[in-house]
């Protein structure tokens, strides 16, 4: 809003007059927009004559006449012919348009009359409501356009900025393997899932190679160059592209080396070559970059390896029920089969990782081993082929088979405290060939025949509990533990013997 000057006269009127002041009104953002839109439309219909459709009735008050003494005249400049709406202007408005003009005003009026009469035809609230200039709303609405104008402009640009900074991928971030597919850097992949070799002389031209490479030494920090990455860490950077991708191929080409077609060799970590600018760093030949990379370069080479295997037999079980259940029989020995196994078989730097099988030829198919089991209940005489402990009392053993005092102790003498009158059992089934006492020295003593070969004796017992030709099963009682013949105490003296005079050492079959 324009500010008029109204001089010191005014204030002194203004100071009289009863009106009441409007508080001043804060407008957020909405109402100030609909304030503009307002105010501008309002002074297009004023600048071309806009006529409104919207019919408005007026009703004209007879206005009382005001009479007004003046001591001399007053020249107005020609304005516009005013209705009765313009007569309603106040005085300070008539003043300030002639100040604007150059013209005189009579001073003398009766201003507090026309200002109070004025007030209460209108029933306004305000005395004053100095006019707007069209050159201060001109400026005003130029102002506002071209604050908006700015406002567009800069949002626009921030949109850019920030698609920009949305796409752009730095060299340096360890996700570059996916951002510079859609940037303007180029990326050579070197992972064992996918592999994809770099540009070879063939592809890149010498003269690409030999401008990059000036350019590096004129320390031209635009020119293009290429980092080497291994597990998302920067290695070093250099200018020999071409040079650094084919040793990597070697490497790998030599790691194959020995090995058939079928061979692959990968790395086994991530290698990536990503092409960009990278200022600030330091340029390398592609020799310095590998030297640097060979402590973190793993070599995965997979091959197929055929090797002969044996397959385990297994075990069959065959039941007799006419037999005891103690019986155990082999009936038919095991053997081992052999198979061509083929693996695919992982190595990284040399050493095994991994071990698949992904054929299998077989050679030679396995031999069950059968055994013959019996399942019946009641006592076998037959003999089982194995030997029981004879004494269930003790395993106190006082004498070992071998030879003492000049001759061949062909036994083992089983002795302890209280073992006097203790059972002793058939060490296995057969039958009784030998019952009772005689001079040899055994006292009274027992001799099975097991019907294998193999024969047990019984000695120095203090009773028997079998006789000569009895049928009797492996742990079977036949007589008790004493000191008869030739004996210094309570034991008992067994021996195995292989036919009637072969002694045995019983300690190799208990």
């Not at 150059?102 to 200002?115: H, I």
């Not at 082999?330 to 730097?349: M, R």
Request: aromatic share 10%; charged share 25%.
């Amino acid at each position: 809003m324009s500010t008029k000057f109204i001089g010191k006269d005014g204030y002194k009127e203004i100071e009289s007059l009863p009106f009441t002041r409007r508080k001043p009104q804060q407008l957020n953002t909405a109402q100030k927009t609909v304030r503009f839109i307002k105010r501008a439309a309002a002074l297009a219909v004023k600048k071309f004559k806009i006529k409104s459709t919207r019919k408005v009735t007026v009703t004209k008050k007879a206005a009382q006449p005001v009479v007004r003494k003046q001591t001399r005249p007053v020249v107005m400049p020609k304005l516009e012919q005013t209705s009765s709406k313009r007569a309603e202007i106040c005085y300070f408005d008539k003043r300030y348009s002639a100040a604007r003009q150059g013209v005189s005003f009579n001073s003398d009026t009766n201003t507090l009359k026309l200002v109070t009469t004025t007030r209460n035809t209108t029933d306004r609230k305000y005395a004053h409501a100095a006019p707007v200039s069209k050159a201060s709303v001109y400026k005003s609405i130029k102002k506002k356009a071209m604050l908006a104008s700015v406002a567009c402009f800069t949002a626009v640009m921030i949109g850019f900025a920030s698609g920009a900074s949305a796409v752009s991928v730095p060299v340096e971030n360890k996700a570059t393997v996916q951002s510079a597919k859609s940037s303007n850097y180029s990326y050579v992949d070197y992972t064992s899932d996918e592999f994809s070799s770099v540009a070879t002389a063939d592809e890149a031209t010498d003269t690409v190679e030999k401008t990059v490479t000036n350019a590096v030494l004129n320390n031209n920090i635009g020119a293009q160059l290429s980092a080497l990455y291994i597990n998302g860490k920067k290695i070093g950077v250099t200018g020999e592209t071409t040079l650094l991708g084919n040793a990597l191929n070697k490497i790998l080409s030599d790691a194959k080396e020995g090995y058939d077609d079928a061979t692959t060799a990968d790395f086994a970590n991530t290698v990536k070559i990503i092409n960009g600018k990278f200022p600030n760093e330091t340029v390398l030949t592609a020799d310095e970059v590998l030297k640097l990379a060979k402590d973190y370069l793993y070599v995965a080479v997979t091959t197929d390896v055929t090797d002969t295997i044996a397959l385990d037999y297994g075990t069959q079980y065959e039941y007799d029920d006419s037999k005891s259940n103690t019986f155990n029989e082999t009936k038919q020995e095991g053997e081992n089969g052999e198979a061509e196994v083929t693996y695919k078989v992982t190595y990284v730097n040399g050493e095994q990782t991994n071990s698949v099988e992904t054929a299998r030829k077989v050679i030679k198919e396995p031999k069950n081993e059968i055994i013959l089991q019996g399942t019946s209940d009641a006592p076998s005489y037959e003999a089982t082929g194995s030997f029981m402990w004879p004494v269930p009392y003790t395993h106190e053993i006082v004498s070992y088979y071998g030879y003492r005092w000049g001759r061949l102790h062909s036994g083992i003498d089983i002795s302890d405290d209280g073992i006097g009158g203790q059972d002793i059992v058939a060490s296995d089934g057969g039958t009784v060939t030998w019952a009772g006492y005689d001079d040899s020295g055994y006292g009274n003593y027992v001799i099975i025949d097991h019907g294998n070969g193999y024969y047990s004796l019984y000695g120095h017992c203090s009773s028997l509990a079998v006789s000569q030709g009895d049928k009797v099963y492996k742990g079977q009682t036949i007589a008790y533990v004493g000191s008869t013949g030739d004996s210094t105490g309570e034991h008992l003296h067994f021996e195995i013997r292989k036919s009637e005079t072969d002694r045995l050492d019983p300690m190799d079959f208990l």
